[in-house]
């Protein structure tokens, strides 16, 4: 399989990455960006092929990313569209806030498959969480391929497209969320005599040992919760102090706000 990515910025290099780990081989993938500077020494580091234009990585590919950013992504897809004339490949979205329906009507009805994905940035150590939906033009089949290509990277999730907004709160933005919490605990160590890289050790620990133990528990989170704290203990004493300066709120708070923003991105 031969795959492609027009536009090398961070997500690229997850999803590169993570395919380099799984034991895709570099020359096997195609790559363009804007300024050549930005990924000609990535495309040497990694054994990938650099294109002069991103009409080159279709021609050379069965599958290209669009990983782009939203404001360039009509540029982009004017350069592709008489390149997708000749050749139909199947294209797999990871651009922000763009539906489906907004990208096939740029493509002034060129029939290609097209998958809307939402990748978070842990597939670049095959530990991600990528929602998928597709257009009526992809087949099983392809889906599947798609499908399969994301599970070396970690889990997915088939969803509704008009969930993706909320998806992108629950995983695409939430890796930022837990580092934040994981620094705000950490940094409770170190006002209390831990040093900052002790405590950050401790504290990620715990936050992978309490992730893993809910996957592999019939429990749901707040079950578990009542496990921790025992009557009268130091634990429920946390959690109630947590809970009175608005934990749970902030959160759902960070959720809205999020959700907020990806919608008004899809609305422009």
């Known amino acids: 399989m031969k795959i492609g990515f027009i536009g090398v910025g961070n997500m690229a290099k997850a999803i590169i990455q993570g395919l380099l780990n799984a034991g895709f081989k570099g020359k096997n993938i195609f790559i363009h960006s804007k300024h050549k500077e930005n990924y000609q020494e990535y495309a040497n580091q990694f054994g990938l092929n ?4 991103n009409a080159e990585v279709i021609k050379n590919t069965e599958y290209t990313f669009l990983a782009v950013k939203p404001s360039i992504l009509d540029e982009v897809l004017l350069e592709i569209k008489d390149q997708l004339k000749i050749k139909p490949i199947n294209l797999i979205s990871v651009v922000t ?5 907004k990208i ?6 060129i029939k290609v498959p097209l998958i809307r994905t939402m990748p978070n940035v842990n597939v670049e150590i095959n530990q991600g969480m990528t929602a998928l939906c597709a257009n009526d033009n992809t087949t099983t089949e392809i889906f599947s391929d798609v499908k399969k290509l994301f599970e070396f990277l970690g889990e997915i999730t088939v969803l509704e497209e008009k969930d993706f907004s909320t998806f992108v709160a629950l ?26 890289k002790e405590a950050t050790k401790i504290v990620t620990q715990a936050v992978l040992g309490s992730a893993a133990k809910i996957l592999k528990s019939n429990k749901n989170p707040w079950e578990l919760v009542d496990e921790v704290s025992s009557p009268g203990g130091s634990t429920v004493v946390g959690v109630l102090a947590m809970e009175e300066a608005g934990f749970m ?5 960070g959720v809205d706000a999020t959700i907020k923003k990806d919608k008004g991105l899809e609305e422009k």
Do not use: W
């Open 249 to 253: 709120t902030s959160i759902i708070k």
């Open 97 to 101: 806030g763009v539906s489906l329906s």
């Open 104 to 109: 096939e009507q740029k493509l002034d009805g």
């Open 50 to 53: 650099s294109c002069d234009s």
């Open 171 to 196: 995983a695409g933005s939430s890796p930022a969320f837990v580092y934040f919490f994981i620094d705000s605990l950490s940094r409770a160590g170190v006002k209390y005599g831990i040093n900052k």
